[in-house]
T-cell receptor, first 114, second 114 residues
């Protein structure tokens, strides 16, 4: 069965610091990878996704993620965080190649102080 | 307004009782999903349905049941067999599969069983 591991449970940064959140998945075949974000009091929303092609994908609000197949990783990055980036971040992977459902990691809470 | 309606927002039940959580959508999406969100556990997939009258078990289906008699509705029953039912339950939908469209989430139902 697919699984997703997010290594950081809670990350605390100051504004303008750089961010990298780790994500590893278990499936050895073709994968579709996602990062979702949940701002306080809001629904989860899609941040970015990777299906194929360029392993460096760019999402909304200046976020990007790099797919490294050899490491089974899909880490999320942002060069300079803002207070408004305070949220919970979830890495997710499709359960099969057809993409019929998503398996989520346990989430990483990011707290940014101004 | 187009969207996903989960009702009620808060639900209280006595141990040993079955309870049904409602999820209705008017987005005309084919796929519907139920996730359970617990602190530190992320989102865990309970059941999903790609089309009417068809559904599949997710990672934690034991103690739950669903039906998909209409495209708009995907109710989740939490049975007395679910050992730890107190949780936040999220319903989600997707159009044309997750490769082409993101998950859309409802507001959730917080179930407390005592």
């Amino acid at each position: 069965a697919q699984s997703v591991s997010q290594h950081n449970h809670h990350v605390i940064l100051s504004e303008a610091a750089s961010l990298e959140l780790g994500c590893n998945y278990s499936y050895g075949g073709t994968v579709n990878l996602f990062w979702y974000v949940q701002y306080p009091g809001q629904h989860l929303q899609l941040l970015l996704k990777y299906f194929s092609g360029d392993p460096l994908v760019k999402g909304i609000k200046g976020f990007e993620a790099e797919f490294i197949k050899s490491k089974f990783s899909f880490n999320l990055r942002k060069p300079s965080v803002q207070w408004s980036d305070t949220a919970e971040y979830f890495c997710a992977v499709t359960i099969n190649q057809a993409g019929t459902a998503l398996i989520f990691g346990k989430g990483t809470t990011l707290s940014v102080s101004s | 307004d187009g969207g996903i309606t989960q009702s009620p927002k808060y639900l209280f039940r006595k141990e040993g009782q079955n309870v049904t959580l409602s999820c209705e959508q008017n987005l005309n999406h084919d796929a519907m999903y139920w996730y359970r969100q617990d602190p530190g556990q992320g989102l865990r997939l309970i059941y999903y349905s790609q089309i009417v009258n068809d559904f599949q078990k997710g990672d934690i289906a034991e103690g739950y049941s669903v039906s998909r008699e209409k495209k708009e509705s995907f109710p989740l029953t939490v049975t007395s067999a679910q050992k730890n039912p107190t949780a936040f339950y999220l319903c989600a939908t997707a159009d044309r599969g997750l490769i082409n469209s993101p998950l859309h989430f409802g507001n959730g139902t917080r179930l407390t069983v005592t």
